[in-house]
């Protein structure tokens, strides 16, 4: 168990990371909501958590936050399912792994 200190910085490296990431969407498209989500868990959540964001608007950019072990072959693997069953859908994709390397994509790298 982490002690209440690494805690709270865990969660402010979060905090760090999201606005690092609403950062870079906001400057490569202008005027576009961004929702981010937490991911703990199993490897199925990164799809539903994926589409509950895409949900919202098709040209929304999304920051994925991944707490567990899933690897980034596992996430694109995952949201590449979504994109395929909704071609709709655009914009950025933002994945960070548990806190320590953040991936910047566009929906239409996964075509």
Same mark, same amino acid.
């Given at each position: ?24 969407? #906001? +400057?490569?498209? *202008?005027?576009?909501?961004? %929702?981010?989500? !937490? @991911? ?6 990164? $799809?539903? &958590?994926?589409?509950? #964001? +895409?949900?919202? *608007?098709?040209?929304?950019? %999304?920051?994925? !936050? @991944? ?6 072959? $596992?996430? &694109? ?15 950025? @994709? ?18």
């Amino acid at each position: 168990m982490k002690p209440p200190s690494a805690k709270s910085h865990n969660s402010s490296v979060q905090e760090r990371q999201e606005s690092k990431a609403a950062a870079h969407l #906001a +400057k490569n498209q *202008a005027a576009s909501e961004v %929702v981010a989500q !937490n @991911i703990t868990g199993k490897a199925v959540k990164i $799809e539903t &958590r994926f589409l509950e #964001a +895409k949900k919202k *608007a098709d040209n929304i950019n %999304v920051f994925l !936050n @991944i707490d567990s072990n899933v690897g980034i072959g $596992e996430a &694109r693997r995952r949201i590449k399912q979504v994109l395929n069953r909704h071609p709709e859908y655009t914009g950025k @994709i933002v994945v960070s792994l548990q806190g320590e390397k953040i991936y910047f994509w566009d929906t239409s790298s996964f075509r």
